[in-house]
């Protein structure tokens, strides 16, 4: 049976997947057709129902749960890994935490988690400018906006660039919930048989575990399409957002993730949801 496949080419994603991918597990009958698309795109796609597995935004999949129903295996969550909303070190005028409301942010998509959490952090900060995650720095630094949220690997490297960091929106998040941070998961259609969405999951949890046993297996197909081609960053990527909730998200996964879309829906981020996040 051949099923269409969406994720990034971030470090962690292709960390997950290369096994799965690559046939290096036994995939019980299962062959992947494989789309690489960064995360607002993905979150595009499943929103036109383009693709019967997927990464998505959590954000995102609060608009989805109708089409869409979230495996267990595969999702990134953690402490210490939310976006960063990052600025340069010479901006003219002071760029302060507590008043955003006159700054142009740059945003790596709508319906992202990262957007989600400044949301929630300063509903004031409107101004957003929608790009890809990995021209955000670029746009910070040549002035085309007064700040930046930033994801994935450029976490690690925006010092290196004279850029600084306004507010950690993870930090945020946990301080005020005393939950992990849910990012990213894998979602998978609903119309398909039980069976062989259960089969799914089984298989990308033994694609992740086989990564956590042969770390060295998917450096190649990380390294391919990795933004950051140093494998001391890619694997400070892999450390931070593949972890044992990306084997099975747990009670404590579900709970943070159920807590993120009560949260959205109280403030009406998202509509009311009527269908189980989870599969059984």
Not at 4 to 19: E, H, Q, R
Not at 36 to 60: C, P, R
Not at 143 to 166: C, M, P, S, W
Not at 262 to 277: C, D, F, R, S, V
Request: glycine share 6%; with cysteine.
């Amino acid at each position: 049976m051949k099923l269409t496949l969406g994720f990034s080419p971030c470090p962690n994603d292709t960390f997950i997947f290369d096994a799965l991918v690559h046939q290096k597990i036994d995939t019980e009958g299962l062959n992947f057709d494989v789309y690489l698309g960064d995360v607002e795109d993905l979150n595009n796609k499943a929103f036109k129902g383009v693709l019967d597995i997927t990464k998505i935004s959590y954000h995102a999949y609060g608009y989805l749960t109708e089409k869409y129903t979230l495996l267990n295996a595969g999702s990134a969550l953690g402490k210490g890994c939310g976006p960063i909303l990052i600025k340069k070190d010479c901006h003219p005028e002071p760029v302060e935490e507590n008043n955003l409301s006159s700054l142009k942010i740059a945003i790596p998509g709508k319906y992202t988690t990262a957007n989600f959490l400044l949301s929630i952090a300063h509903p004031e900060a409107n101004n957003k400018v929608e790009m890809l995650f990995s021209n955000i720095e670029n746009a910070v630094l040549n002035g085309e906006v007064d700040a930046g949220l930033i994801i994935h690997e450029n976490r690690f490297t925006y010092q290196n660039k004279g850029l600084v960091k306004v507010i950690d929106l993870g930090e945020y998040w946990e301080n005020l919930t005393e939950q992990l941070i849910p990012l990213g998961g894998i979602i998978i259609k609903r119309n398909l048989s039980d069976e062989t969405i259960h089969k799914v999951n089984r298989v990308l949890r033994k694609s992740i575990e086989y990564a956590f046993e042969n770390p060295d297996s998917p450096l190649s197909y990380m390294r391919e399409h990795s933004q950051e081609m140093d494998k001391d960053v890619m694997m400070q990527h892999v450390e931070l957002y593949v972890n044992k909730y990306s084997i099975d998200l747990g009670v404590e996964g579900k709970d943070a993730i159920t807590q993120m879309f009560n949260l959205a829906q109280e403030k009406g981020i998202i509509p009311t949801i009527n269908n189980e996040l989870f599969i059984d």
